[in-house]
């Protein structure tokens, strides 16, 4: 199983990024697909959720209306666009993935990727 993250990056506050997460050896369109993140010092914590087809969307409360994830199911592709970015966006993000949506939020996860690291400038 391969999740490799990429485009995080350094952006001042208020800025955009994308991240992307490439997909490989393990049956991508079988499984929930999603973003944790984590700051220095702290847990990681969940940000967003997707489902096999899309179908089902969720959201820490701290990132709802500023952050928006998909996927490409031909592609093996997951992704998260962030707006607005806030300082206490800095962090390590993870792509995840995960048989069990229910759980997903509370960080039951089948498999970690790498992550990438966001900072997010004042």
């Known amino acids: 199983v391969q999740l490799q993250a990429y485009g995080g990056g350094l952006v001042q506050t208020g800025g955009f990024l994308r991240l992307s997460c490439a997909a490989s050896k393990f049956t991508f369109n079988a499984y929930s697909m999603g973003w944790f993140r984590q700051a220095a010092g702290k847990e990681r914590e969940f940000v967003a959720g997707?489902?096999?087809?899309?179908?089902?969307?969720d959201y820490a409360d701290s990132v709802n209306g500023r952050f928006a994830i998909s996927r490409d199911n031909a592609r093996n592709m997951v992704y998260l666009e962030m707006n607005s970015l806030k300082p206490e966006d800095t962090a390590v993000y993870f792509c995840?993935?995960?048989?069990?949506?229910?759980?997903?939020?509370?960080?039951?996860?089948?498999?970690w990727g790498q992550g990438t690291l966001v900072t997010v400038s004042s």
């Open positions: 997707i489902g096999p087809r899309s179908d089902s969307i």
């Open positions: 995840a993935a995960t048989r069990r949506w229910g759980d997903f939020d509370r960080g039951i996860v089948d498999f």
